[in-house]
């Protein structure tokens, strides 16, 4: 099993032309979702894309004599989400998501959840009053399988996060047949966007999980973090214990559902 990793360096703001917006943004591939308060999450930052993973690939052949079928999951015993709030929770800035945005990101993966497929999304933030608000969840061109999502043509990404001035807040991704968790791939790809931006989120929507819909997770700090910054492991593979004793990523704290919070969705796959 393994995981593609880019080099943040080659992501960042300038080392890439922005291309013209009608390149990756018509009218028929933008939904609005209007607030009763107009300067709610409008503001933007001028700031740099670090691109983190935006691609991530489970190769189920590296598992030799192990069967996956379509209903399996590999859950790292060490990395088990917990409820409560890291020690460095609270130096960390508020993020607002909308309470619309899992649900029109469920209803855009709809397709693929019905054929056992994942769907991956990016989030883009900006950044006003010491709060961070997601205002755009964009679909990039992908391929998924039951146990896979790999975003391709990520330049795309890039332009539209770069011309927006937005910070790349985190990921979004489903579970169709699995439950809510982050596995050992999904710890790496948040791991780099943790890195890049410390309140960066990790969203898992899993329908068929009778527990718990979704989370919203983060790696703890500095035991999560440590753990994967010392693994070169790939694909499905069990984590050590972090030395504080902490599990690697909880639920978040500092997230807060805003019903007024205007956002944009830009669905790449429309021009594929």
Not at 104 to 115: D, I, Q, R, V
Not at 169 to 174: C, E, P, S, V
Not at 207 to 224: A, E, K
Request: proline share 5%; glycine share 6%; net charge negative.
């Amino acid at each position: 099993m393994s995981s593609r990793r880019y080099d943040t360096n080659a992501w960042r703001c300038g080392t890439h032309s922005t291309p013209s917006k009608s390149m990756y943004l018509d009218a028929q591939q933008a939904v609005r979702c209007q607030a009763t308060d107009p300067d709610v999450g409008s503001c933007a930052v001028k700031h740099h894309f670090p691109s983190p993973i935006v691609s991530w690939i489970e190769d189920l052949s590296s598992f030799g004599n192990v069967t996956l079928g379509p209903d399996t999951e590999y859950v790292d015993e060490q990395a088990r989400a917990s409820m409560g709030q890291s020690s460095t929770s609270s130096n960390l800035h508020d993020m607002q998501i909308s309470v619309r945005l899992t649900d029109e990101f469920m209803e855009l993966a709809k397709e693929n959840t019905s054929n056992n497929l994942e769907t991956c999304g990016i989030l883009g933030a900006s950044f006003r009053d010491g709060t961070y608000f997601v205002t755009m969840l964009i679909i990039p061109k992908q391929e998924g399988t039951a146990h896979s999502c790999q975003a391709v043509n990520e330049e795309e990404i890039h332009a539209v996060l770069s011309e927006q001035s937005l910070y790349p807040a985190g990921w979004i991704h489903t579970h169709p047949s699995q439950t809510c968790f982050l596995s050992s791939i999904d710890l790496h790809t948040q791991y780099s966007y943790q890195v890049m931006l410390p309140e960066a989120v990790a969203i898992v929507v899993a329908p068929t999980d009778p527990t718990r819909s979704y989370g919203i997770f983060r790696l703890t700090d500095p035991g999560g973090m440590e753990v994967l910054r010392g693994c070169d492991e790939s694909g499905f593979h069990t984590h050590r214990e972090t030395t504080d004793g902490s599990p690697i990523y909880e639920t978040c704290s500092k997230v807060h559902f805003n019903p007024n919070l205007r956002f944009e969705i830009v669905d790449l796959r429309s021009g594929a």
